[in-house]
């Protein structure tokens, strides 16, 4: 395919995975998008990729990114958070960020290059959680954000189709930098790894994976699809 792919949040475990699997797979024609200047300069220059350094939380972020590029054939919005409060602790604005971070950001990015994955019969990936179909507690904010996106990607399908495919992965756990905080204390991260029935902590290769088929033409007969990278989680006892 050529043109450009966008993997927004590239330097997260899932994006900065995507990158890689993408080099491999042949593509150099990648766009990679972080608000940390350091990582993504180093994922760049290892790749041989472009990138923009953007925050998703500003407005208007997604005109730095539009000015480096034109022509786009998918975008994967790999930005993800972790949001865990007890209800009773949870406040608006807890929800509005996270909304604002997962959802509203997401928009802007798919609008921003509608008319280019249109032209290009391009696919968009989103990023979901196992916690919106598997109820956890104290995840009240995420999952409320998480169903939001998953109800955009397959009202977006519908109203893409034929031209633009958008397809969403919702994994459970994965190993990145913003799950240290409960993967560290390795007497939970075990307990975690249990509650899988696979057994283990996923790896953002293991979403990684599945992005990067359903970012190729390899899936042109996949569209308005959520599927569970989640270690059986979502759906097993």
């Known amino acids: 395919m050529s043109g450009k792919f966008i ?3 590239a330097t997260g475990s899932i994006g900065s995975s995507l990158a890689e699997q993408m080099k491999t797979a042949g593509n150099d024609n990648v766009h990679l998008v972080s608000r ?90 989103l990023f979901s959680t196992a916690a919106v179909h598997r109820g956890f507690t104290n995840h009240s904010i995420i999952a409320s954000a998480k169903a939001a996106v998953e109800g955009l990607a397959i009202s977006l399908a519908a109203e893409f189709a034929p031209n633009i495919r958008v397809n969403c992965i919702a994994p459970s756990l994965t190993n990145s930098k913003i799950a240290q905080p409960m993967l560290k204390n390795t007497v939970i991260a075990e307990g975690i790894a249990k509650a899988h029935p696979l057994k283990r902590i996923g790896e953002g290769k293991d979403s990684a994976s599945l992005a990067k088929f359903l970012l190729s033409n390899d899936s042109s007969w996949i569209t308005g699809q959520v599927i569970a990278v989640d270690g059986g989680r979502s759906k097993l006892a």
Request: aromatic share 10%.
């Open 7 to 9: 993997i927004f949040g």
């Open 36 to 125: 940390n200047q350091s990582e993504v300069e180093s994922i760049a220059s290892k790749y041989g990729f472009s990138f923009t350094v953007a925050d998703v939380l500003e407005e208007g972020f997604i005109s730095k990114v539009k000015n480096d590029l034109e022509d786009t054939v998918g975008i994967a919005y790999c930005v993800g958070s972790i949001d865990l409060k007890p209800f009773k602790m949870v406040t608006e604005n807890d929800f509005n960020k996270c909304m604002k971070l997962n959802l509203y950001s997401a928009v802007e990015a798919i609008k921003g290059y509608q008319e280019s994955l249109k032209k290009n019969k391009g696919s968009v990936v």
